[in-house]
Protein backbone atom coordinates (compact mmCIF):
# COMPACT_ATOMS: atom_id res chain seq x y z
CA UNK A 1 0.00 0.00 0.00
CA UNK A 2 1.44 3.38 -0.85
CA UNK A 3 1.55 5.78 1.43
CA UNK A 4 2.74 9.85 1.08
CA UNK A 5 2.79 10.99 4.90
CA UNK A 6 3.66 14.70 4.88
CA UNK A 7 5.14 17.05 8.27
CA UNK A 8 6.15 19.68 9.61
CA UNK A 9 3.70 21.97 9.30
CA UNK A 10 2.46 24.48 12.16
CA UNK A 11 2.33 28.47 12.99
CA UNK A 12 4.78 30.51 12.14
CA UNK A 13 5.13 34.41 11.87
CA UNK A 14 5.35 36.56 8.53
CA UNK A 15 9.39 36.62 7.50
CA UNK A 16 9.58 32.90 9.19
CA UNK A 17 10.73 29.82 7.80
CA UNK A 18 9.57 26.25 7.89
CA UNK A 19 10.51 22.69 6.08
CA UNK A 20 7.86 20.13 5.21
CA UNK A 21 8.91 16.92 4.66
CA UNK A 22 7.05 13.95 2.98
CA UNK A 23 8.07 10.25 3.82
CA UNK A 24 6.97 7.73 0.89
CA UNK A 25 6.44 3.74 1.55
CA UNK A 26 4.86 1.49 -0.82
CA UNK A 27 6.86 2.43 -3.52
CA UNK A 28 10.50 2.90 -5.09
CA UNK A 29 10.35 6.70 -4.78
CA UNK A 30 13.06 7.05 -7.21
CA UNK A 31 10.88 5.90 -9.71
CA UNK A 32 8.58 8.58 -9.16
CA UNK A 33 8.82 13.19 -9.89
CA UNK A 34 7.40 14.78 -6.89
CA UNK A 35 5.56 17.58 -6.16
CA UNK A 36 4.09 19.78 -4.07
CA UNK A 37 1.09 21.79 -3.97
CA UNK A 38 -1.33 23.12 -1.67
CA UNK A 39 -5.10 24.73 -1.26
CA UNK A 40 -5.66 27.79 0.87
CA UNK A 41 -9.00 28.28 2.08
CA UNK A 42 -11.65 29.13 -0.59
CA UNK A 43 -9.39 28.42 -3.07
CA UNK A 44 -8.74 25.39 -5.50
CA UNK A 45 -5.58 23.14 -4.95
CA UNK A 46 -2.29 24.67 -6.55
CA UNK A 47 1.14 24.20 -8.13
CA UNK A 48 3.89 25.41 -5.69
CA UNK A 49 6.88 23.15 -6.84
CA UNK A 50 8.00 19.73 -8.17
CA UNK A 51 11.67 17.71 -8.55
CA UNK A 52 13.08 15.17 -11.04
CA UNK A 53 13.47 11.51 -10.15
CA UNK A 54 17.24 12.40 -9.57
CA UNK A 55 16.84 15.64 -8.03
CA UNK A 56 18.35 17.23 -11.06
CA UNK A 57 15.87 19.57 -12.13
CA UNK A 58 12.82 21.71 -10.20
CA UNK A 59 9.86 23.29 -10.89
CA UNK A 60 8.36 26.49 -9.14
CA UNK A 61 5.25 28.38 -9.06
CA UNK A 62 6.21 32.23 -9.92
CA UNK A 63 4.50 33.02 -6.25
CA UNK A 64 7.06 30.62 -4.59
CA UNK A 65 10.37 31.28 -7.16
CA UNK A 66 13.00 32.52 -5.33
CA UNK A 67 11.61 31.78 -0.98
CA UNK A 68 10.94 28.13 -1.52
CA UNK A 69 13.77 24.88 -2.42
CA UNK A 70 12.17 21.40 -3.33
CA UNK A 71 14.81 18.33 -2.54
CA UNK A 72 14.61 14.53 -1.88
CA UNK A 73 16.77 12.04 -0.57
CA UNK A 74 15.85 8.69 -2.62
CA UNK A 75 18.01 6.64 0.35
CA UNK A 76 15.52 8.01 3.24
CA UNK A 77 12.56 8.04 1.06
CA UNK A 78 11.81 11.40 1.72
CA UNK A 79 10.80 14.67 -0.07
CA UNK A 80 11.57 18.24 1.61
CA UNK A 81 10.29 21.73 0.94
CA UNK A 82 12.05 24.44 2.48
CA UNK A 83 10.03 27.18 2.71
CA UNK A 84 11.75 30.76 3.41
CA UNK A 85 9.90 34.58 3.63
CA UNK A 86 7.02 33.28 4.32
CA UNK A 87 4.16 35.27 3.71
CA UNK A 88 0.38 35.70 4.78
CA UNK A 89 -0.64 34.47 1.71
CA UNK A 90 1.33 31.06 1.81
CA UNK A 91 -1.13 30.00 4.84
CA UNK A 92 -2.83 26.80 2.68
CA UNK A 93 -2.61 22.75 3.62
CA UNK A 94 -0.29 21.76 1.90
CA UNK A 95 0.40 18.37 -0.05
CA UNK A 96 2.96 16.12 -1.91
CA UNK A 97 2.54 13.87 -4.58
CA UNK A 98 4.14 11.62 -6.50
CA UNK A 99 4.55 11.11 -10.12
CA UNK A 100 5.44 8.44 -12.63
CA UNK A 101 5.31 11.17 -15.75
CA UNK A 102 8.26 12.97 -16.80
CA UNK A 103 8.44 16.88 -15.36
CA UNK A 104 9.70 17.43 -19.20
CA UNK A 105 6.56 16.98 -20.45
CA UNK A 106 5.86 20.38 -19.71
CA UNK A 107 2.57 19.41 -17.45
CA UNK A 108 3.73 19.21 -13.97
CA UNK A 109 1.46 21.82 -12.50
CA UNK A 110 -1.15 19.85 -13.30
CA UNK A 111 -3.01 17.58 -10.69
CA UNK A 112 -4.25 14.64 -13.09
CA UNK A 113 -0.26 13.92 -13.84
CA UNK A 114 0.75 12.57 -10.36
CA UNK A 115 -0.90 9.40 -9.22
CA UNK A 116 -0.60 8.87 -5.38
CA UNK A 117 -1.18 12.30 -2.46
CA UNK A 118 -0.63 12.79 0.67
CA UNK A 119 -3.22 13.74 3.11
CA UNK A 120 -2.26 17.19 3.92
CA UNK A 121 0.06 19.35 6.36
CA UNK A 122 -1.70 22.75 7.66
CA UNK A 123 0.55 25.76 7.45
CA UNK A 124 -0.53 29.13 8.88
CA UNK A 125 1.12 32.19 8.47
CA UNK A 126 0.57 35.11 10.83
CA UNK A 127 1.15 38.85 10.13
Known amino acids: QVQLVESGGGLVQAGGSLRLSCAAS????????MGWFRQAPGKEREFVAA????????VYADSVKGRFTISRDNAKDTVYLQMNSLKPEDTAVYYC????????????????????WGQGTQVTVSS
Open 97 to 116: AASTRTLYSGRYYLEDEYDY
Open 26 to 33: GLTLSSYA
Open 51 to 58: VTWSGGHS
